[in-house]
């Protein structure tokens, strides 16, 4: 694929999302940045929540995935129903009620000062490792089809990359996001409904009859297992997809940052309804473009790479048309994008807030200038973190996101299950240490849990563990 028509669309796909940025900063409050001045349609969330979701990594890595665990990913996603409908009925209710602005000040009126910033803490550990990965995963495709060719180093490409998101983003903040996103997720599901049509064309699929057959009856479709012992097992991968959904939304910044921009809880919880719909249909067609991808290399006799991070990549820009290549690099770039920006201006909203308490600590006229210089930063603890997993990652992407989310998630999940469903007071100055030795005994455990439980082999499910762990914990430093 010609290096110069991808640079050139590049270009103009960030030349829609500066308009979009200089469009939505128009008459700003020194609050749009953090809540959007609450205006945002809740359709218009909705619809974004979905690319923020999906990211990068599903784009590329949930399709390759399907050669090693078929379509038992989609387990995960059922489960992910359960989940959206525990936050659309249990925590936006709570949030709404308490106006907040960071979800985590919840923390600091229901058990004090060392809960709260223990909370703050690890979203802002998990939500920069989790954006980080993902940002990382895109990054490695961009310096492959693009940056290379010009002789541009991988860590000079990355920096690129996080300061265009710094410079759409430094302004309108999370107003300018929900359009951004808005825009960013209808690229990537253009891009993923183009890809399985034109795939389908090349290997004689031409119609959605054909299509739904030619994935019915590929063997990698299987979706159930119900091997107890397997890390795939349904119920195991049921109650995960659950649990980190309620954790990675319900509980994360990033996402709820957006649910809160809306005008009120009622559109807040149709902006979730639909949001679930969508999700649910986008990644069965993801799963279906994996079959069709695994289809394709066989027919043309093209050996499947040891990554499968690197399968859709490698036939988008090595062997599909042009066209197609072009289709893939627009849809990765809104993916990652979507995911990014979203991020940053949370991790900047939580920092401002929960640490240094930037409405009743600076002045008015200061808040700007401190908001901006944290931005900055978080901008700069992306850009190292990027680096950094380029250096130790050797796993699927999806995978690394949701073993990342299992052991920094998980005290949050405890935190917020004793606070809701409990009445019980804790020793607020035992909780940052509780909160460290809960994934540090959940981690000892899950890799002895075949010696120790005769077989039973942890999955995402260390998230459910640490979590427990977490609840356990608390009830033995409740005050008596």
Sequence with gaps: ??????????????????????????????????????????????????????????????????????????????????????????????????????????LDDRFGFWSYKTGAFFFILSRTLGSSIRVFLVAGVLQLILFDNFGIPFWVSVLITVSLIWLYTHRGGIKTVVWTDTLQTLFMLLAVVISIYLIGKEIGI???????????????????????????????????????????????????????????????????????????????????????????????????P???????PMLATQYFS????????????????????????????SF???????????????????????????????FFAILFFRWINDQSVINAVFVIAGYTYGPLLGLYAFGLFTKMQVKDKWVPYLAVAAPLIAYIISKNSQEWLWGYKFGFEVLILNGLLMFFGLYLARKR
Aim: net charge neutral; aromatic share 16%; with cysteine.
């Design 352 to 382: 401002c807030f929960d640490f240094l308490e930037i409405e009743k600590r600076y002045p008015k006229e200061k808040q700007v200038a401190v908001r901006k210089r944290v931005h900055i930063g978080f901008t700069a603890l992306m």
């Design 206 to 304: 031409s119609s959605i009859g054909l299509f739904l057959e030619a994935v019915v009856s590929d063997p990698r479709s299987e979706v159930f297992n119900w091997d107890w012992r397997s890390s795939t097992n349904f119920f195991k991968q049921f109650a995960s997809g659950a649990f980190i959904t309620i954790v990675m939304t319900g509980l994360d910044q990033d996402m709820m940052q957006k649910n809160l921009t809306c005008r009120n809880i009622g559109d807040a919880q149709k902006n979730m309804f639909w949001f679930t719909v969508i999700l649910v249909i986008v990644n069965l067609l993801f799963l279906s473009l994996g079959v069709l991808l695994y289809q394709y290399a066989e027919v043309k006799g093209i050996p499947i």
């Design 322 to 349: 042009a066209f197609v290549g072009i289709v893939f690099v627009l849809g990765i770039i809104a993916a990652a994008y979507s995911s990014a920006d979203s991020t940053l201006t949370a991790l900047t909203t």
């Design 1 to 106: 694929m010609d290096s110069t028509t991808v640079l050139i669309v590049i270009g103009v796909y960030f030349a829609m999302l500066f308009l979009i940025s200089i469009l939505t900063s128009r008459n700003i409050s020194k609050d749009t940045f953090f809540t959007g001045d609450r205006q945002s349609p809740w359709f218009l969330v909705a619809f974004g929540m979905i690319g923020a979701s999906l990211s990068g990594v599903t784009f590329i890595s949930v399709p390759g995935e399907v050669g090693n665990t078929s379509f038992h990913y989609f387990q995960i996603v059922i489960g992910y129903t359960l989940g959206y409908f525990v936050i659309a009925k249990v925590l936006l209710p709570l949030y709404y009620r308490l106006n907040l602005v960071s979800i985590y000040s919840y």
């Design 306 to 312: 040891s990554k499968t991070d690197d399968l859709y």
